[in-house]
Every structure is written in structure tokens, then in C-alpha cells.
């Protein structure tokens, strides 16, 4: 199994999973880049894994559906180009021989969905996640609360330390900054930062994180640790617990340039 992250619009990524023969992809906003991979390498469209509505996410799923070979899965509580199955969390999606354990992660949307494919002949674990994770940080709150993204990010963090990451977006550099201003004495966060500059400087990107790093890295999953609580006090005095100190964050987040 390869996995590629096809660049669509100015900062998304468009994962593909394929196996030489078939590829499925996830969140196509755009069906350019995805058609020009499939005919560059040769490959079936087998399916389209989608985590939630917005448009930079499902944009480009009926332009693909005349080449598609098989289902597009979604979130069952969310308007997705129809038709498609409907997914709940602890349901399963199969594709290309894999099963994807599929997981709710309310807060940037209401009903968006993560998918978790286990350690296997493909390699290490893998995390689609939308716009719930993203590497050193996590999506804004357009429909959730922060406790249900406190919640979705915590059910995420408990997976295995060595998945990949695959976020939607190279939120990474600028998410970096904002960590280092919540714990400026963090040398994993300075570390990271330094890699993805030179990453960034050279046409590459920062993704798949993993979640080992992540746990060292990202504000959003160190709600508990003294300095994030700390910081997160600073901002908004009597902050206590992790979704207050998540609502802090995010919030700090929000206008930080
Ligand atoms: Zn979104
Ligand atoms: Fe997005």
C-alpha cells in the first residue's frame, strides 16, 4: 500500500491509499489533483472516504463519481453528496481489502467522523482525521463545544503512539507558533519547528505526524500539563480543567497572529 497526500486548493491534502492497481481517497475538495494522480500512476478510483461536510472536503466528490468504482462513505449526521453510506462511530468501513474502524469526533462539525485503519500488511496505523487533528493543533469550533472536542481529541490521543497522522491541511508552521507561545520552554516543539522549516523551504511537507509526536508537540492534547495550564490561566484567569483549558486555547488561537 502507498500512501500519497495529493496538495488541492492553497493548504489542503487529499490522502490516497492505493495498491498499484486501486486507490480510494479522502475528503476530495477538488477532482483535479485526484484524476490527474489516478491517470499518472495508472489507477481504479475504489472509494471515497469523507469525515464531514464543509466544501474543501467533499467538492469534488460528483465529479468523481463517474470514475468511481465502488462506495463513498460519510458521516451519517451530516449533509454529504448523495448518495452515500452512512457511517456511525464503532461502525466499519471496508475498502481495498481494509477494514477502517470509524470513530466520532464531534466539534469542528457536529457529525464529523474520523477513520482508524489498525497496524497491518500496510504498515504502522493510519488516522484520517479531517479537521478534527491537526499536527500541533485542532480545528476550530464551528458547530461543537470544546468539551466535545476535548472529548474527540482525547479518543484520538488514546490511539497507538506510532499512527500517522493524516490531517486535511499543512496547518503545521503556523500551529507551531502558537504552541511555542503556550510553552516556549518545550524543546520538542522548537525541534519540530526547526525540521519543518527546512521541510517547508524545500517543497516538502510536514505530514503524517504521529501520535507519539503529537503528545509531545500539541497544545490541544497537553491540556493537563502544568505550563499549558498555566498559559491557558494567563489568558483567562480561573481556568480549570481540561475542556475549560481547551476553550482558552482555542480561543487564544482564534486571533493569534
Ligand atoms: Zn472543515
Ligand atoms: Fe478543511
Known sequence: MRLLALPAFTDNYIWMLHDGVRALVVDPGEAAPVEAALQ???????GILVTHHHGDHVGGVDALRPRLDGPVFGPARERIPQPFTPLHGGDQASLLGLEFQVIDVP????GHIAYFLPEGAHGAPLLFCGDTLFSAGCGRLFEGSPAQMQASLAALAA???????????EYT?????????VEPHNPAIAQHRAWCETERAHG???????LALERQINPFLRLSQPDVVRAAQQRRPGT?????????LREWKNGFQ
Do not use: M, Y
Not at 499518472?40 to 475504489?46: D, M, P, W
Not at 466539534?107 to 457536529?110: K, L, S, V
Not at 516538502?204 to 504521529?210: C, D, E, K, V, Y
Open 240 to 248: 480549570h480543567g481540561d475542556v475549560e483549558v481547551l476553550a482558552a
Open 40 to 46: 499518472s500512476q495508472g489507477l481504479q478510483l475504489a
Open 159 to 169: 490511539l497507538p503512539g506510532d499512527t500517522r497522522v493524516c490531517c486535511a491541511h
Open 107 to 110: 466539534g469542528h462539525t457536529a
Open 204 to 210: 516538502g511537507i510536514t505530514l503524517p505526524s504521529t
Open 173 to 181: 508552521l503556523s500551529n507551531l507558533r502558537f504552541a511555542a507561545a
